[in-house]
């Protein structure tokens, strides 16, 4: 007989044995609604609440730094080759290692900010390129007209091409949003905070799974509706795009 | 509102400093590019009259464009000025100078992003009109060019035919009254039978509005068709010839503008008037021809149903398809000698062709 017991010490189903938890819960069947209503005004409304912060304020400042970026070097076209490998840099370096590399960085740590860093960091190639795309895709008789007519590069930019590249503009929004929202659940290694929350506590310490696709289910469900919203955003915003050639 | 009709000019409206139709000339104009040996445009002088159409001809690499988009400064002079109702171009600055030139590109160039109205409203846009009064302008616009505001108004671009673009891109020039228009090889994107309707509009909108017009083209026919005036430029922009259609079919100045204009410059000349502008023989009796040749053929059509006749007289009907008189080769054939003999006396009697002479 070996010394240590090789089970855990605590339950490995959150209520087993106790005699108020469901029976789905008791029996661990896979997926217990019982729970998912006990539990959501508690876990998983505030992890969704806390996962589309995450999310929102991610793509809201991807999108400001990469349109940015994207403005610049539309203007000049030396920028772009600096962006591109610095943002595919970010891009490519997998998420685990990011988190925890960021955790390292002084003024960082354990924090929301990191995880909005590291998220933040995922958006820009995306968003940067398909803007770009967007800009560089206004047909040049189209900007010929405009200035021709006697408009500003700024009025050319505000009331040409800014409305001509909204539809690349929002499909970079969509890939970078999804993404983000997928990316998001592993935040919840550093803060603690989203979906991603409910999931690792179902990983580490449990073999009962509703919690886990609970909260993956609602990951999924948010995805896909922040997907539907920009599109109709973007059918609201570029009505002329959908009308086709008679 | 304020339109021009029929000759008649009129005030694009208050704040403005053009009238709505103005000369325009160029006086020793030089474009050249840095790091080019060869300047793009050596010493252009073209005075326009206003409310004429100058074209520029020319084969590629003549400058025609460049020439062309040194008036509204999408490229900047290198030399000389050009007047535009006597004021230098460069007096404004050019997105105010633009606003005041109406420009029509070949690709049209419309917002796909906007609707039809909203295309045709850009400039009075910029310049600050109130709504009504450039709701009033673009309906007035649509049924100028023969388009249904009712029915187009609300459609994108991508919803008309090319036809119909290069219309609107034509209406969107001239929605702010511009005493100029510049027009790029408009029609040249567009199949060889909605062009010549094109260009039958054009002529028909220019009795309407009398604007002072360059037209840029490489199409020798089309520059006869459109242009009261025609530059023929060579290669470095130099220019080969600026005279009327009739000269320049009658006096090639050159070898090099003969062979431009074409080897059938006769005939391109019989293209120019129209068998109404001719003393036509008497009909023998009122049997009549068939097919009949209407008053309004031009006269080199006459010559060629005529000869797909096997050279037999034709009659010539009017609108109302009375017979009022015969097409033959004789008549033909003897335009240009009458004209000769009768050049320098002034006289444009039987059979003087005052259309075709210079």
């Given amino acids: 007989m070996s010394p240590i017991p090789l089970a855990a010490a605590g339950p490995v189903i959150p209520s087993f044995g106790n005699p108020n938890a469901y029976a789905c819960e008791r029996a661990n069947r896979l997926f217990c609604w019982g729970w998912v209503s006990k539990n959501w005004s508690t876990v998983l409304w505030p992890a969704l609440r806390q996962h589309v912060a995450l999310t929102v304020i991610a793509v809201g400042v991807g999108f400001a730094i990469a349109t940015t970026l994207a403005l610049l070097a539309y203007r000049y076209?030396?920028?772009?080759?600096?962006?591109?490998?610095?943002?595919?840099?970010?891009?490519?370096?997998?998420s685990l290692a990011l988190f925890e590399l960021l955790v390292g960085v002084p003024g960082l740590g354990l924090s929301r900010t990191t995880a909005e860093v590291a998220l933040v960091?995922?958006?820009?190639?995306?968003?940067?390129?398909?803007?770009?795309?967007?800009?560089?895709d206004v047909p040049a008789e189209v900007r010929e007209a405009a200035s021709g007519m006697g408009m500003t590069a700024r009025q050319v930019l505000l009331r040409v091409e800014l409305p001509m590249a909204l539809p690349a503009i929002i499909a970079g929004?969509?890939?970078?949003?999804?993404?983000?929202?997928?990316?998001?659940?592993?935040?919840?290694?550093?803060?603690?905070?989203?979906?991603?929350?409910?999931?690792?506590?179902?990983?580490?310490?449990?073999?009962?799974?509703?919690?886990?696709?609970?909260?993956?289910?609602?990951?999924?469900?948010?995805?896909?509706?922040?997907?539907?919203?920009?599109?109709?955003?973007?059918?609201?915003?570029?009505?002329?795009?959908?009308?086709?050639?008679? | 509102m304020?339109?021009?009709?029929?000759?008649?000019?009129?005030?694009?409206?208050?704040?403005?400093?053009?009238?709505?139709?103005?000369?325009?000339?160029?006086?020793?104009?030089?474009?050249?590019?840095?790091?080019?040996?060869?300047?793009?445009?050596?010493?252009?002088?073209?005075?326009?009259?206003?409310?004429?159409?100058c074209v520029l001809v020319g084969p590629s690499g003549s400058g025609k464009t460049t020439a062309m988009r040194l008036i509204n400064r999408m490229i900047p002079l290198s030399g000389g000025d050009i007047l535009i109702g006597g004021r230098s171009i460069l007096a404004s600055s050019p997105t105010e100078l633009r606003r005041q030139i109406g420009y029509v590109i070949q690709q049209v160039g419309l917002f796909p992003h906007q609707t039809v109205n909203q295309n045709i409203?850009?400039?009075?846009?910029?310049?600050?009109?109130?709504r009504r009064r450039i709701a009033a302008r673009v309906r007035e616009l649509l049924e100028l060019i023969g388009l249904d505001p009712r029915e187009v108004g609300e459609r994108y671009p991508s919803q008309l035919s090319g036809g119909q673009q290069q219309r609107v891109g034509v209406a969107r020039a001239l929605a702010a009254d511009p005493p100029l228009m510049l027009m790029d090889e408009p029609f040249g994107a567009i199949d060889p039978i909605t062009r010549s309707r094109l260009q039958d509009e054009l002529l028909r909108l220019q009795r309407q509005v009398r604007k002072t017009i360059v037209f840029v083209t490489h199409d020798i026919d089309e520059a006869i068709k459109i242009g009261d005036r025609i530059a023929v430029l060579r290669e470095g922009g130099r220019l080969a010839q600026y005279a009327t259609p009739p000269e320049l079919l009658m006096n090639p100045a050159d070898a090099f503008v003969a062979e431009f204009v074409g080897a059938d410059r006769a005939l391109k000349r019989l293209g120019l008037a129209t068998l109404a502008d001719v003393e036509l023989p008497a009909p023998n009796g009122d049997r009549q021809s068939d097919p009949p040749l209407p008053l309004s053929a031009t006269i080199k059509d006459a010559l060629s149903a005529v000869l797909a006749a096997g050279g037999t007289p034709l009659s010539v009907v009017d609108e109302h398809g009375k017979v009022v008189g015969l097409a033959t080769l004789e008549l033909i054939g003897g335009l240009f000698a009458q004209r000769g003999a009768a050049s320098g006396s002034g006289d444009s009697g039987p059979g003087s062709l005052g259309k075709l002479a210079p």
């Fill in chain 1, 77 to 94: 076209r030396r920028v772009e080759q600096p962006v591109i490998v610095v943002t595919t840099i970010f891009y490519t370096i997998p």
């Fill in chain 1, 121 to 136: 960091s995922y958006t820009l190639l995306i968003i940067f390129r398909n803007t770009l795309t967007g800009f560089r």
């Fill in chain 1, 173 to 246: 929004l969509r890939i970078a949003t999804v993404s983000t929202i997928a990316l998001a659940t592993i935040a919840a290694l550093i803060c603690d905070q989203g979906l991603g929350v409910p999931i690792l506590s179902a990983i580490s310490d449990s073999v009962f799974k509703t919690e886990l696709i609970a909260a993956g289910g609602m990951a999924v469900a948010l995805a896909i509706a922040a997907d539907g919203l920009l599109v109709g955003v973007q059918r609201l915003l570029t009505p002329w795009a959908r009308r086709h050639a008679r």
């Fill in chain 2, 2 to 53: 304020t339109t021009s009709n029929d000759g008649q000019p009129a005030t694009v409206g208050e704040g403005s400093r053009l009238p709505s139709t103005a000369g325009l000339e160029l006086r020793d104009v030089e474009k050249r590019y840095p790091g080019q040996r060869d300047a793009a445009i050596t010493s252009l002088s073209i005075e326009v009259p206003a409310g004429e159409v």
């Fill in chain 2, 121 to 130: 409203a850009t400039v009075p846009k910029l310049l600050g009109w109130e």
